[in-house]
């Protein structure tokens, strides 16, 4: 995935963390997106990482995303031995009175407007976002997690299989519950590798009011926490 390079004068590279703020993402977050892909990259001799400068600025441009600029001081001519030092990321204290933030991952349109009209009843107490494949849940994941993940397993492109694998290195999830809708068995599921521990499964077909009462549930638990 990435392999040595020499990294020369006129080398436009970025390191793991100048690509974080400029994206304004975690540092892991984009050591996940490496491994996953989303970002290419290389290694210098000494083994750092280096993002090239005009991969990150088409993913933030295609994306909506943006942090703070790089300054053209920051680019790398030369290996860093401490540019990837580790640091724990930043945790942040939420409101009780903030909407549950909802990702919803699935390719099918029709099913994302039913979910959406079934959670009408909760009003602002929900906030629902959707991506179409694993490949842009991990962005608007990277952006900002959200409380609840719900996702198909049969996506285009990235599965929802290959996002959970991403998911599991990750440490800076929290708290973020994860259903799964599936229709297979659990033989199908441990032939593919087997789910993430913390995810819980439903089984397809299931209609999206059901998927709305189990929101509901944890709406509830959330205003008894």
């Not at 080398?11 to 540092?27: D, F, I, K, Q």
């Not at 050591?31 to 290389?42: C, K, N, T």
């Not at 990837?84 to 930043?90: C, I, M, R, S, W």
């Not at 979910?115 to 959707?130: D, E, I, T």
């Amino acid at each position: 995935m990435s392999h040595v390079i020499p990294l020369g004068p006129a080398a436009r590279m970025l390191t793991t963390r100048e690509a974080a703020t400029r994206l304004g993402v975690s540092l892991r977050t984009v050591q996940l997106w490496v491994e996953a892909d989303i970002l290419p990259a290389a290694r210098t001799p000494g083994g750092h990482r280096r993002i090239p400068y005009n991969a990150v600025e088409a993913l933030a441009l295609s994306t909506g995303l943006g942090g703070e600029p790089v300054a053209k001081s920051a680019f790398r001519r030369a290996p860093d031995p401490f540019a990837e030092a580790h640091f724990a990321p930043p945790t942040q204290a939420v409101p009780a009175n903030v909407p549950m933030q909802i990702l919803l991952v699935a390719d099918d349109q029709a099913w994302q407007t039913s979910c959406q009209q079934a959670m009408l009843p909760y009003g602002s107490a929900v906030k629902l976002r959707f991506a179409e494949t694993g490949y842009l849940a991990l962005i608007q994941i990277g952006q900002k997690a959200p409380d609840l993940l719900i996702t198909h397993l049969d996506l285009p492109g990235m599965d929802g299989m290959a996002m959970l694998r991403t998911l599991e290195r990750c440490e800076s999830i929290g708290n973020m519950r994860i259903l799964v809708l599936t229709a297979c068995s659990d033989h199908d599921l441990a032939r593919r590798g087997g789910l993430p521990s913390f995810a819980e499964v439903v089984s397809l077909p299931v209609t999206a009011e059901a998927v709305a009462v189990r929101v509901g549930r944890w709406l509830l638990g959330q205003r008894v926490s």
